[in-house]
């Protein structure tokens, strides 16, 4: 064992951010294996199947070590051919190799041109929640002040840009209230849109010893899901009934008088008006669920459910089954006002957690990767579009260059075919990217870069928690921000970062708000328990327990009445017809399953998006594999399974899989404030292979 040396770090997969150590041998600079030590304050010693054995693609044969250039954008740009035709290899028909150096050199060259043809806004970048802070900082600060462009966004655009949204308008800040363990001090829980135990099981972990123990647990989601066998209340609702739901839910509380007056009297603002709003609208009074047929029982549950919110110390946990749809930040918004009328926000075991999905998605908006939000949360000097509007401008032809790190544009995002689409205008892709991933394969430039096990950096989980990895082995390939230096420096900038730890004190500068005391110092000290943003002298690990982070201090109660739309109108006119798909996660695999598919171990789990269907329907599927389809685009075949877990005339497909092309379904509806893309119900034709 004297060649094994065993190194703490942080995962690099969802947002839960566990503590993980790992065996490394220093003869071969392999990982042996990874492991929680049992005082881990997020893992608890526990880790999920990713976390513990989805390591293997730090290894894997196709990762992308040396940087390829596609021929076909050198036949169009011959002056930076002959820049760099010295340095270039054949590597098969479509690629060159080269060394980073020709790669960045070819990269700065064709951003002049644009820049120069099309001017400064021509060039956009998306990305960077799966790089650390510090990379993340880099990349907004080289796009919007040496290349002077404000088009920044990154992946929360496909999730949690609604809590963010939601939140800011109510109480001020965007992010999980309370750590994870206040779950051991609540009374009362409820999930509403998160199937925690597939895409947050080391949360999941809490959120069961919890319900088995004191049977205090309500779960909503639109099919049964493994947390509803522990819940004391069972709730499946139909698909986009979520604002529909939590309307109730604030109706009940008023009704009933059960809102708590001096919270409301000292803290907060409007609740007057949202209270006349509530009274009178019909969608809210629990009674209409008795107009939906399948659905009456709710009627009476949402009011059970409703008391116990209001009377004992409870949190609501929510997932992406909130905000990917039409009225995601809405819905977030009808979130808070229950908190915010009971007084469950601000105090230990009571608040709000929205489950955010990438291991450093929060900390990639809190570094400003946002079109609209500086570092800090701060007014960026100019607004830059989000991803959505830039699509439609490559289509446009204004903008021209896209810098991408670690986002898989081409799979992840909705409406695939309007996507490449728009990508054929483009004249620059450049990605930076651990493989040739759907995205990499159609840029003109890819760069491989370090993993997160490689690397050192911070990244700040779902509940706000700041954890500085260090690298598990060694690697000779760049960090992100690293390349990104290099850039700036071909660009004309003067970037002369030593090491991370320099971008990251300037980090702690910029987004004083947040990050004042958290030095690299503080972080090594403190590698098992992390510090939870805003941290000056100490950190908080209970947001809002004064005022909120509101320009006066109060939480703002702003109602927004449920539109009548989707299956809920199809049932209630008698038209229900055809199915309607919700997507979602599954275990075994991670979001793109770029890291995870690379370990045998976890692929053969779930090597392909398998379509769950109702036993029921069964008659309507007569082959082991159909096409779905709607007016945007369809997938490939997919294998169908049927279970007594999905509703009747309802769908349910993962996504992991570049190959099956499920974002191909979805169109341009999305969130009518934050354009976040309604990925959670669409009405699919299904065709038989």
Same mark, same amino acid.
């Given at each position: ?90 590597? #098969? ?131 049964? &899901? ?15 009934? #979520? ?10 509380? &008023? ?60 949190? &609501? ?344 092309? &499920? ?27």
């Amino acid at each position: 064992m004297d060649n094994i040396q065993t190194i703490d770090s942080v995962c690099t997969y969802c947002g839960v951010g566990c503590d993980i150590a790992a065996n490394v041998n220093t003869d071969t600079n392999k990982i042996e294996k990874i492991f929680a030590h049992a005082d881990g304050v997020v893992s608890q010693g526990k880790l999920c199947i990713k976390g513990k054995y989805g390591y293997d693609f730090v290894d894997s044969p196709d990762r992308l070590r040396i940087p390829r250039i596609k021929k076909s954008f050198l036949e169009k740009n011959p002056t930076i051919k002959n820049v760099i035709s010295s340095k270039l290899v054949d590597f #098969n028909d479509e690629w060159y190799e080269c060394d980073l150096e020709s790669a960045t050199t070819a990269t700065t060259l064709k951003l002049k041109e644009i820049q120069e043809n099309y001017g400064r806004k021509a060039v956009c970048s998306i990305g960077g929640a799966r790089t650390s802070c510090e990379s993340s900082y880099l990349f907004q600060k080289f796009t919007r002040h040496t290349l002077n462009s404000p088009h920044v966004d990154n992946c929360a655009r496909v999730c949690h840009s609604p809590s963010l949204s939601g939140m800011r308008r109510t109480i001020g800040e965007g992010a999980a209230t309370n750590p994870y363990n206040d779950i051991y001090n609540t009374e009362f829980m409820i999930v509403i849109g998160s199937n925690t135990t597939e895409a947050h099981p080391i949360i999941a972990n809490r959120i069961l010893d919890v319900a088995r123990k004191d049977d205090n647990l309500a779960v909503f989601d639109v099919r049964e &899901i493994k947390l509803h066998r522990t819940a004391k209340y069972k709730a499946i609702i139909p698909h986009e009934a #979520n604002l529909l739901v939590l309307n109730m839910l604030a109706y009940v509380i &008023i009704d009933e008088e059960l809102y708590s007056e001096d919270f409301i009297e000292n803290r907060t603002n409007g609740f007057e008006e949202f209270k006349e709003s509530i009274m009178s609208d019909p969608f809210a009074n629990p009674e209409y669920f008795n107009e939906i047929e399948g659905y009456e029982y709710l009627c009476k549950m949402i009011r059970k459910v409703a008391r116990e919110y209001a009377l004992k110390k409870s949190m &609501i946990f929510w997932g992406l089954g909130i905000t990917e749809h039409l009225d995601g930040s809405y819905a977030v918004m009808a979130i808070t006002h229950l908190a915010l009328m009971t007084g469950n926000v601000g105090k230990q075991g009571a608040g709000l957690m929205p489950l955010r999905g990438q291991n450093n998605v929060q900390g990639t908006c809190d570094m400003g990767m946002l079109p609209y939000y500086a570092p800090d949360y701060q007014e960026p000097k100019e607004v830059g579009l989000m991803t959505p509007q830039l699509v439609d401008e490559m289509l446009q032809g204004r903008v021209k260059a896209i810098l991408n790190i670690g986002e898989d544009l081409t799979h992840i995002h909705p409406n695939l075919n309007k996507i490449d689409r728009a990508l054929e205008k483009v004249e620059l892709i450049m990605v930076q990217e651990l493989f040739m991933t759907d995205v990499a394969q159609r840029a003109d430039i890819v760069i491989g870069v370090k993993s997160a096990y490689e690397k050192t950096g911070v990244y700040v989980n779902a509940m706000r928690r700041l954890h500085l990895s260090q690298p598990l082995v060694k690697s000779d390939l760049p960090d992100d921000w690293e390349v990104l230096q290099m850039l700036d420096n071909k660009m004309g900038g003067t970037y002369n970062y030593k090491n991370s730890n320099e971008i990251w004190d300037e980090v702690r500068e910029v987004a004083y708000r947040r990050f004042s005391g958290a030095s690299y110092l503080r972080l090594e000290r403190h590698r098992k328990r992390g510090l939870q943003w805003p941290v000056h002298t100490e950190d908080t690990p209970i947001l809002h327990q004064l005022d909120f982070r509101t320009e006066d201090g109060l939480g703002q109660f702003l109602y927004k009445q449920y539109k009548l739309r989707g299956m809920i109108q199809e049932i209630t006119t008698n038209t229900l017809t055809g199915y309607h798909l919700t997507t979602g996660r599954t275990l075994s695999q991670y979001n793109n399953a770029s890291q995870s598919s690379r370990t045998h171990s976890l692929n053969k789990r779930y090597s392909e998006d398998i379509l769950l269907v109702n036993e029921n329907d069964a008659a309507d599927f007569t082959a082991q594999r159909v096409i779905l389809k709607t007016e945007f685009g369809q997938t490939t075949p997919l294998t169908i399974k049927l279970t007594k877990k999905i509703q009747p005339k309802t769908l349910f497909v993962t996504f992991h899989h570049a190959k099956s092309k &499920i974002n191909a379904l979805f169109g341009d509806k999305c969130d009518e404030l934050i354009m976040t893309a309604a990925f959670k119900s669409i009405k699919v034709e299904v065709i038989n292979c």
